[in-house]
């Protein structure tokens, strides 16, 4: 099989694997991009001596350690807090204004919290900082909720997880910027207001690419037949799958969906509040809703957004010195997670899948931070600087990246690919909302309080997040089954079946059913003018 070969749930035109859908995919992941960078630059701009000495946190002299670790959990967690409330409302927006629409409502959000940023200054203090923080959260928390449901709702079966990945990449990229930027205005520009203040502007790139890029997006096929838009929804899919409606495989596809959205009108029913009662009265529903939110308490508990929010701090603590030094060591960090995200995107989500990633992800990642760890314990680093990291030390890092590299190709993206496509169409906007929140409300726990769990635990820190790296493998194999080339509506068969073995028998079913599908279509002798006549007809 080649790199770009495809698992099919059926018989499936090139056509449908063409520029428009890679594009649209594209378009929305520049929400990635824009949270990316936002979780990677800040540790590093805070750690820069332009900053420290505007805003007056030189430790002692001005303030304590323990001063500053607050004021720095404080400006980075305004984000996470602003995330989660944006996660919710997405909600809102995903179900009456659509998905396209909605990114663009939270595109502009966005910049306008950057915008606000940039006033901050050292007389002014952090206020704008702080209000800037969490507007713009309120965008990146909910494109990060639209993003993955828009992309799994227009993706063809086979190459979903590759689509919804490019959120993943959009967010490396992001991500590679922000380690990156620091290090070079720190190597090119003395210390100045503007180098601190640049990489707050650049956040504003991204986002004006998304707000650009959303006028060029269709809105989401299965959203416009929820709400009976029927002819504009046949019109945006076939322009998507570049297919004439009355294609065989459009009309196997328009089919499943009204077959799906018209059994959800028929028991729970599509308005604003029924997915909410729906979740209340279906203990299988609230239960595929523990697993996906719990997917994001083991994603933050690996230890990526300690590391993300606050790299000097890590490095800091393994032994490396120096602000320049610190910096480059993050940057290294960014290319290993962005190159191994191109391998998780191209290689292993559609063909390893989901369930087997997660497992040796979590269980190679474990190790490395046990090592970890137990050198800082044993050397002690911090209480023992030396201009150059010896033996030990390297070996340490060298695990540090080691740890990057079976992090990044697992948990890193596949949480939010199982998330986007797990729940039914009914239920996927609330659902989405959510996980995100989820995602956001762990992400804030850390963001919040790691500067003080590495005071107070030192190497603990790396021992506590080993030890839930190894429970999350449990909770994988018990729990999660594979959904890998599974069409979205058949993840309501392979959530009632064993997990381990759910995946088989599902793509089984479906080869059976699609035969038995073009066996009838055949012997009923429709043509394809026929097919279409009834489509019409039922509109």
Known sequence: MGILSKVEDRPTPPEVYNWRVYMTASVASFAAVMIGYDSAFIGGTLALPSFISEFRWAVPSQKTKAEVDLLKANVVSLYQAGAFFGALFAYATGHFLGR??????????????????????GDRGLGLIYGGRVLAGIGVGGASNLVPIYISEISPPAIRGRLVGLYELGWQVGGLVGFWINYGLVETMGPSHKQWIIPFAVQLVPAGMLLAGSFLCKESPRWLLSKGKREQALKNLSWIRNLPVDHIYMLEEITACDAAIEGQRSTVGVGFWQPMRSVMNSRKVMYRFFLGGSLFFWQNTSGINAINYYSPTVFKSIGVTGTNTSLLTTGI?????????FVWLLLLIDKLGRRNLLIIGAIGGSLCLWFVGGYIAVAQPEKHPTAKLQGGGIAAIFFFYLWTAFYSPSWNGTPWVLNSEMFDQN?????????AANNWFWNFLVARFTPQMFTKMGYGVYFFFASLMLCSVVFIWFLIPETKGVPLEAMDRIFELPPRKAHKIVMAELREMEAEFRANADGAGLSNEKEQALQVERV
Do not use: D
Request: glycine share 12%.
């Open 100 to 121: 396209q629409r909605g990114l663009t409502l939270f595109s502009v959000v966005f910049i306008l919290g950057a915008g606000i940023m940039l006033g901050a200054n």
């Open 333 to 341: 960090f960014g290319v290993i997670k962005t190159v191994l995200t």
């Open 427 to 435: 239920v996927r906007t609330l659902a989405q909302a959510f996980a």
